[in-house]
């Protein structure tokens, strides 16, 4: 929970119910450290339970350890070297140390955190740089999302370069980025009122003239349910729902959906007839 300033890290286990308007949270502890602003960033370590980073507006990357204590916690560790705001995080699940930051002052920055410099820092976009995702089965791909609409693809052993590029056909503002947590080639990205489903392994197939007026070859599903931006989505964690997304947009709704039947079965080759059921 973002707080001005502050995160406010709540345990799920104290609430086995649904709590009451009322019922006050109980919250186990409390991360300080920001300066000013807002912040919508933030990572748990996917390896290390208890490390969390997250995007600062003030520029900054903090990162906190509440493994060891509960209550008020300033960060551990402050990385500083954005110029602008700071608008994701996201850590290397191949790595205990390594952690990428993207910002508005265009850049991206991978983190040794046991340094205080970047290791490494590129120009990912002429504009604001919204969201950045480690893909979860190699250890060198990242995806960013840009103000101008664009997915870029990177491979770090190389920093730099991109390994693909490609928007929507609305070319609108991109705010999240995360890929598949069962493909290592399928990722989702989100614009305007859409969440857009994408696949590497697509990229230089040829395609009609027809089919090029509703995007590049890599998209292979748009969601269009919502009537207001969306804000989030996350994919849904487990094999047995794997094509199972949940989004939330600008005007708080909340949608459980899944891509069309005639299409996850290309990925998957034995799909359950009760798989991921749409709320």
């Not at 500083?80 to 290397?92: I, Q």
């Not at 697509?202 to 931006?229: A, C, Q």
Request: some cysteine.
């Amino acid at each position: 929970v973002s707080t001005q300033s502050t995160w406010e890290i709540l345990k799920l286990n104290d609430y086995p119910n649904v709590p009451k308007k009322s019922t006050p949270l109980r919250t186990y502890s409390r991360l300080t450290g920001h300066r000013s602003g807002d912040g919508y960033g933030l990572a748990f370590h996917p390896n290390k339970p208890g490390s969390i980073a997250d995007a600062g507006y003030d520029n900054y990357v903090r990162i906190w350890d509440i493994q060891t204590r509960s209550g008020d916690h300033s960060a551990d560790i402050t990385l500083s070297g954005h110029t602008n705001k700071v608008e994701d995080v996201d850590w290397n699940r191949f790595s205990d140390y390594e952690l990428a930051s993207v910002s508005d002052d265009g850049t991206m920055k991978l983190w040794d955190i046991r340094n205080k410099k970047p290791a490494h820092s590129l120009v990912a976009s002429k504009s604001e740089v919204n969201s950045v995702a480690f893909n979860p089965f190699s250890a060198h791909i990242i995806a960013t999302c840009t103000g101008e609409g664009v997915v870029d693809i990177w491979d770090t052993r190389s920093i730099g370069r991109r390994v693909n590029s490609f928007a929507s056909p609305i070319r609108a503002d991109a705010l999240s980025v995360q890929w598949s947590p069962f493909n290592d080639t399928v990722l989702a990205s989100s614009s305007s009122n859409y969440i857009w489903i994408w696949d590497l392994a697509r990229s230089g197939m040829e395609i009609s003239e027809e089919d090029k007026e509703d995007g590049p070859p890599e998209l292979i599903f748009k969601h269009s349910g919502h009537n207001m931006r969306v804000e989030d989505f996350s994919w849904h964690p487990s094999p047995e729902r794997k094509w199972l997304i949940s989004s939330v947009a600008a005007d708080y709704t909340t949608q459980i959906w899944k891509m069309s039947d005639k299409i996850y079965p290309e990925y998957d080759t034995s799909p359950k007839k009760d798989d991921m059921d749409t709320t």
